[in-house]
């Protein structure tokens, strides 16, 4: 399995694609040559993307050329797609990299993967809702939740049911009648 620096770099790189070529995809769209060379520069990135080991030098170049162009050409049209801020690409790069990295797991992985994951969010949310706990128990049961979604992030099965049942424990733990209102 590819290393998950390189699966981020990759996902980074495609993401940004997406979102460049698909606006540039609607202003070309009458433009037999501009398409031309829009499908060569997402055919040429993707192609690299795609090779084994993933060529990132030549997608980023592709991808370089695709933002010279639509800053040349769109650099002030109302709905070109603007950097997403760190945070918000980092999500996005996320759910990016997650389809990556599950191309290359065998189904098995996948589906126990999948499972852990809709415990995790069905626990997380009921206990979410429960009245009985305090603020500390809360924010344990948010800290052990994410620690749980990391762990599936790299692959980590074992440690994601791990913070699962932690997340299960801190949610069990009643509040002392001395801290209720």
């Known amino acids: 399995m590819a290393g998950l620096y390189e699966i981020w770099q990759r996902a980074e790189v495609w993401r940004r ?3 460049l070529s698909g606006f540039v995809a609607m202003c070309v769209a009458r433009d037999d040559h501009a398409r031309r060379r829009l499908a060569r520069l997402v055919a040429g ?8 080991p993933p060529d990132l030098g030549v997608a980023s170049d592709h991808l370089d050329e ?9 650099a002030d049209h109302p709905h070109r797609p603007v ?3 760190p945070d918000e690409a ?3 790069t996320r759910d990016y990299a997650k389809d990556l990295r599950n191309a290359t797991l065998p189904v098995r992985v996948r589906d126990e993967m999948g499972r852990i994951e809709l415990s995790l969010e069905v626990r997380f949310l009921a206990l979410c809702r429960t009245a009985h706990l305090d603020c500390r128990a809360r924010q344990d ?4 939740a994410g620690r749980s979604a990391m762990a599936l992030d790299l692959g980590h099965l ?17 509040t002392p009648e001395s801290c209720r209102g």
């Open 83 to 85: 950097e997403a801020r």
């Open 66 to 74: 695709l933002v010279r162009w639509a800053d040349a050409e769109w």
């Open 45 to 52: 990135a993707d192609a690299a993307l795609a090779a084994s």
């Open 17 to 19: 694609l997406d979102v």
């Open 158 to 174: 074992e440690a994601a049911e791990r913070e699962l049942r932690r997340m299960e424990q801190a949610g069990s733990v009643e």
């Open 90 to 92: 980092d999500r996005q």
């Open 141 to 144: 049961i948010f800290y052990l």
